[in-house]
């Protein structure tokens, strides 16, 4: 999901070995090139100010050290070279955060509302209490208890909540110019009236 805006704000990364998962679960740079001299500069917003390269280089390492402790990446050697590769574990462990990292876009209303409807079955009842409740935290109106709605485009952060659940087929989006009799709800809940 790296083409998600959120993925790139590292400053929710709190750890190196953290970020290191997360931009190699991401593809945002070659898994190579962390054992690379350029991984110091890749990482740097994780390093702080600490001197010496030395010391930065032995930090990364203890990092990849305990990611392949903790089965979240492996070192696989191909053209006689050694690469990483992050375990299904680790992917899992990268989607978790994206999800908890998501954020919907703001700025200046285009005058449409989108729409997200859900009727997501009773034997998926934990992706649907976790889908619903992650769209309130992100800010959308409760239009109903299965109807939510937001100003801005949002189509694609709904398509990744909805393919992380697995409850995609259960999901509608849908853009609309007025929302009738809830309109002054949902502009008083957004800060439009």
């Known amino acids: 999901m790296a083409s998600l805006r959120t ?14 998962l997360v931009v190699l679960g991401t593809g945002t740079i070659l898994a190579t090139a962390v054992i690379a001299p350029n991984a110091v500069q ?33 070192y696989i050697e191909r053209d006689q070279k050694i690469h990483i590769q992050v375990t299904e574990d680790g992917k899992k462990y990268v989607r978790q955060f994206e999800v908890d990292t998501l954020s919907f876009p703001q700025g200046e209303w285009d005058k449409k509302w989108r729409i997200i409807l859900f009727d997501i079955p009773e034997q998926r009842g934990i992706a649907r209490r976790a889908f619903q409740k992650r769209l309130q935290s992100l800010g959308c109106f409760p239009l109903q208890r299965s109807v939510f709605v937001y100003p801005h485009a949002c189509q694609d952060e709904i398509d990744f909540l909805a393919s992380f659940w697995e409850v995609g087929d259960y999901i509608r989006y849908l853009e ?11 502009r008083s809940f957004f800060g439009f009236l």
Request: without cysteine.
């Open 7 to 20: 993925i790139h704000d590292y400053s929710k990364v709190k750890t190196l070995t953290k970020a290191i």
């Open 42 to 74: 890749i990482l740097k917003p994780f390093l702080g100010e600490r001197g010496r390269k030395n010391r930065e280089r032995e930090r990364i390492h203890q990092a990849l050290r305990t990611l392949q402790r903790r089965r979240l990446i492996e």
């Open 176 to 186: 609309t110019p007025d929302l009738g009799k809830s309109e002054g709800e949902a």
